[in-house]
């Protein structure tokens, strides 16, 4: 079926969205979502909730914050859980995007579970990169990765408004202070440091100006194309790696040794390294 859509695929915005937990990121994907829906495009929002470790089902359930976006008959929101899967989004998030592509969705959202280092995941999935900051100055600062500001293309304290106000511009002073410090993730590129409010709608006119010209410079100068030929080409090989451990796993000279070895390991009686050989050795 995914064969059968790819010439129909790519013609959407491919945005992720991440942050730290509080930062506002789902209420500011529903005031980005209406701003763009109100311009006639058709938004899809991909939200990646945690899992439950016990039924496996999403915990946050984003559809339920997003009740304006949701009802827009223009607007499509997917929640799904992680399911275990690492870097904060789910294993079939990059068909969900094809597909939503494929059935005529020009903005694709994809909002990850928060602000950690196995995160960057979400950018072998997008053409651009939303970093949510929320207004708490220095705090914000260490709490942000390294390396999720090096990937960031855009960054945004949200909740400036009210009281958080004046914190909110000290917090875009220090983040834009930061991002100079960092190498640029495109040539010739300066990552725009922006403040929004996506409780009273200040700020998000002008961010989603920004996205757009983002966007529309990455598909003028050709990186955009080469981008997502990179990304298929990670995909196929993450892919490879997913349905080789599966089968690891399910191969029944493995599984009726693994126990043994894991327990062996947890012992101290048999060192990691070995017990990994044994169970390739069995496989292969």
């Not at 470790?53 to 999403?58: N, T």
């Not at 996506?198 to 700020?203: I, M, V």
């Not at 690891?248 to 012992?267: N, T």
Request: charged fraction near 25%; proline fraction near 4%.
């Amino acid at each position: 079926m995914l064969d059968a859509l790819l010439a129909d695929t790519g013609g959407a915005a491919r945005i992720g969205v991440s942050g730290s937990p509080g930062a506002g990121k789902s209420t500011l994907i529903e005031a980005l979502g209406l701003h763009a829906v109100a311009e006639g495009r058709r938004v899809a929002v991909l939200a990646v909730d945690p899992s439950s470790a016990r039924s496996g089902g999403s915990i946050l359930g984003d559809k339920t914050r997003m009740t304006d976006l949701g009802r827009d008959p223009r607007a499509y929101i997917r929640p799904s859980p992680t399911s275990g899967a690492l870097g904060g989004v789910a294993r079939r998030t990059r068909e969900a995007v094809l597909v939503c592509e494929a059935a005529g969705y020009d903005l694709v959202l994809v909002e990850t579970v928060g602000v950690g280092q196995s995160e960057v995941a979400v950018a072998d999935l997008v053409d651009l990169f939303l970093l949510v900051a929320s207004p708490s100055g220095g705090d914000e600062l260490q709490g942000i990765k390294r390396g999720i500001m090096e990937l960031a293309d855009l960054i945004v304290v949200n909740k400036a408004d009210g009281d958080l106000a004046d914190a909110a511009r000290r917090a875009c002073g220090e983040l834009r202070t930061a991002v100079h410090l960092l190498r640029p993730k495109w040539p010739g590129w300066e990552v725009e440091v922006r403040m929004s409010s996506a409780l009273t709608g200040a700020g998000v006119p002008e961010l989603w100006t920004s996205i757009k010209r983002a966007h529309e410079r990455l598909r003028a100068d050709g990186s955009l194309d080469a981008l997502r030929a990179r990304q298929a080409v990670a995909a196929m090989w993450s892919e490879v790696t997913d349905d080789l451990l599966e089968r690891l796993r399910a191969h029944p000279g493995v599984r009726e040794r693994l126990a043994e070895l894991e327990d062996a390991v947890r012992s101290g009686a048999l060192s990691p390294t070995a017990a990994a050989h044994d169970v390739l050795t069995r496989f292969l």
